[in-house]
T-cell receptor, first 114, second 112 residues
Framework: DTAVSQTPKYLVTQMGNDKSIKCEQNLGHDTMYWYKQDSKKFLKIMFSYNNKELIINETVPNRFSPKSPDKAHLNLHINSLELGDSAVYFC?????????????FGPGTRLLVL | SQELEQSPQSLIVQEGKNLTINCTSSKTLYGLYWYKQKYGEGLIFLMMLQKGGEEKSHEKITAKLDEKKQQSSLHITASQPSHAGIYLCGAELPSGTYKYIFGTGTRLKVLA
C-alpha cells in the first residue's frame, strides 16, 4: 500500500487557470506538509497542518490555499496559475511536529504552466 | 542565502568507488535528515540523526552528525548505479519553530 499518495502525478495547464493537487496518507499521521521543489532541486516548505490546523505558513502567494478536510488529507489549490508556479510539489506526513519526527514523502506532482 | 549548504553539487563516480557528500550549517541543528530522490521520482527518507557524534548506516550508506551538530556527512561505500540520484539533507531550525530547511542537493551519477 502506498503510504503517501498524490494526484495527479503530472499536471499541464495554461496560465490563469485554477488547479488542485490532492494528497492522502494512510499512515495515521497527525501532520502533513506541502513542499515546492524548484528547477534547481531546492526543496522549500510551503504549508504544514497538524490535526487539520495550519501550523506553518511560509511566505507563499495568496493564490496558494491549502485545505485539510481531515487528518489524512491535505489538498493544495492554486488560483490564477503563473509560469513561475511550474515545479514539482511534494506532499509529506509525519506523526508529530517535532524534530524527531520522520517525514514521509509522496511521489510528487509535476506541474507545468504554459 | 542557504542555511544548509551541500557539497559537492554534483558528483560522477565509477561503480565500486566510495564517495562522501557533506551538509553544513552555520547554526546548530536539532535533527538532520538525509533523503534521496531518484530522477523523476519522489523523495525517499534515508535516515535521521539527532545526537552529536551519532552515526547510522543503511545498507552501504553511512551518515554521521558531528559533535557540534553543524555538519553531517553521507558516505557511500562501493557505489552502484542504483545509488544514482539526488541526495538532500534537511533539518529543523530551533526546536518548536516547526520550520524545516533543506540543502541544495547533490546530484550523483554512478558510471557502470
Amino acid at each position: 500500500d502506498t503510504a503517501v499518495s498524490q494526484t495527479p502525478k503530472y499536471l499541464v495547464t495554461q496560465m490563469g487557470n485554477d488547479k488542485s493537487i490532492k494528497c492522502e496518507q494512510n499512515l495515521g499521521h497527525d501532520t502533513m506538509y506541502w513542499y515546492k521543489q524548484d528547477s534547481k532541486k531546492f526543496l522549500k516548505i510551503m504549508f504544514s497542518y497538524n490535526n487539520k490546523e495550519l501550523i506553518i505558513n511560509e511566505t507563499v502567494p495568496n493564490r496558494f490555499s491549502p485545505k485539510s478536510p481531515d487528518k489524512a488529507h491535505l489538498n493544495l489549490h492554486i488560483n490564477s496559475l503563473e509560469l513561475g508556479d511550474s515545479a514539482v510539489y511534494f506532499c509529506a506526513s509525519s506523526q508529530g511536529t517535532g524534530y524527531q519526527e520522520t517525514q514521509y514523502f509522496g511521489p510528487g506532482t509535476r506541474l507545468l504552466v504554459l | 542565502s542557504q542555511e544548509l549548504e551541500q557539497s559537492p553539487q554534483s558528483l560522477i563516480v565509477q561503480e565500486g568507488k566510495n564517495l562522501t557528500i557533506n551538509c553544513t550549517s552555520s547554526k546548530t541543528l536539532y535533527g538532520l535528515y538525509w533523503y534521496k530522490q531518484k530522477y523523476g521520482e519522489g523523495l525517499i527518507f534515508l535516515m535521521m540523526l539527532q545526537k552529536g557524534g551519532e552515526e547510522k548506516s543503511h545498507e552501504k550508506i553511512t551518515a554521521k552528525l558531528d559533535e557540534k551538530k553543524q555538519q553531517s556527512s553521507l558516505h557511500i561505500t562501493a557505489s552502484q548505479p542504483s545509488h544514482a540520484g539526488i541526495y538532500l539533507c534537511g533539518a529543523e531550525l530551533p526546536s518548536g519553530t516547526y520550520k524545516y530547511i533543506f540543502g541544495t542537493g547533490t546530484r550523483l551519477k554512478v558510471l557502470a
